[in-house]
């Protein structure tokens, strides 16, 4: 498949581990966020949002914390699994609804 | 489910050539989107949709243009494809505040 990941941060975990993805946004006005997911040779999958009006939100094996205070997200997937390798971005919504990405983050997890 | 579909996974073209690429969605969106995806760069908005007959530039427009003249359908237009534009196009759909994403087309611009 074709790599979207070169020159992307990269991080690896076992699988079972904790994995944490960090992710730094720009407009401090904007009031919704979403993680996508990317595997090979597709499009981004929503995973998750927040909105600027809470700090945590939960979902299935992933939580999305929210600190508007230093401008950061990040993404917490319990019990990784070797299916949840692909690339992660995050994104903040802007003016009618456009997203501004990150750059993003490859997670590799070995068995 | 929502769904978002692309007219193709693959294509090549010439240099020169007018390329035509085809998002659908039947959810009845009125917004939608097109982004080009390059390793190290991320997914850049080069054009967006609001309704019909609407469009607004993104952050990349140079050497593109669109076409909304149905609801379910934005089409995105390279009227002379260049070698710089060999990349992965992403079109998504908006439901709510959340963007939807097609597949993708991986143009390669010989």
Redesign the interface.
């Known amino acids: 498949g074709e790599s979207v990941g070169l020159h992307l941060p990269t991080l690896s975990v076992q699988e079972g581990d904790n994995s944490i993805i960090n992710c730094a946004y720009s407009n401090s006005a904007s009031d919704y966020f979403i993680w996508y997911k990317q595997e090979s040779g597709k499009g981004p999958q929503f995973i998750i949002d927040i909105r600027s009006n809470m700090d945590k939100r939960q979902g299935q094996r992933v939580t999305v914390l929210l600190n508007k205070t230093v401008k950061h997200l990040s993404l917490q997937i319990a019990a990784t699994q070797p299916g949840d390798s692909a690339v992660y971005f995050c994104a903040e919504k802007g003016g009618y609804s456009t997203l501004t990405f990150g750059k993003g983050t490859m997670l590799l997890v070995s068995p | 489910d929502v769904k ?1 579909t692309q007219s193709s996974r693959y294509l090549v073209k010439r240099t020169g050539e007018k390329v035509f690429l085809e998002c659908v969605q039947d959810m009845d969106h009125e ?1 939608m ?1 097109w982004y080009r ?1 390059d ?7 080069i054009y ?1 949709s ?1 309704d019909v007959k609407m469009k ?1 530039k ?1 952050d990349i427009p140079e050497g593109y243009s669109v076409s909304r003249e149905k609801k379910e359908r934005f089409s995105l237009i390279l009227e002379s494809a260049s070698t710089n534009q060999t990349s ?1 196009y ?1 079109c998504a759909s ?1 439901t709510g ?8 087309t ?1 143009l390669l611009v010989l």
Do not use: A
């Not at chain 2, 390793?39 to 908005?45: A, I, M, Q």
């Not at chain 2, 963007?99 to 993708?104: E, N």
């Open positions: 978002v917004n989107f995806q390793p190290g760069l991320g997914l850049r908005l967006f609001y607004e993104g992965m992403l908006l505040e959340t963007q939807y994403f097609g597949p993708g991986r």
